[in-house]
């Protein structure tokens, strides 16, 4: 479960790098809400890291 998790956190992080670059289109507040996403899967990968070492 917590690999499957860490591949989900990751696709969520490379969705919102994808995000941060369109801030100026149309869906901006879609945009920044996957940057928030990204930002929050980031803790939580080096929560998990720091929890298995």
Do not use: P
């Not at 996957?34 to 720091?50: I, Q």
Request: proline share 0%; glycine share 8%; aromatic share 12%.
């Amino acid at each position: 479960i917590d690999g499957n998790l860490a591949i989900l956190l990751f696709r969520y992080r490379h969705s919102a790098v994808v995000g941060s670059n369109g801030l100026y289109s149309k869906n901006s507040s879609m945009n920044l809400n996957s940057v928030l996403y990204g930002f929050a899967a980031d803790l939580l990968l080096s929560f998990l890291k720091k929890l298995h070492h």
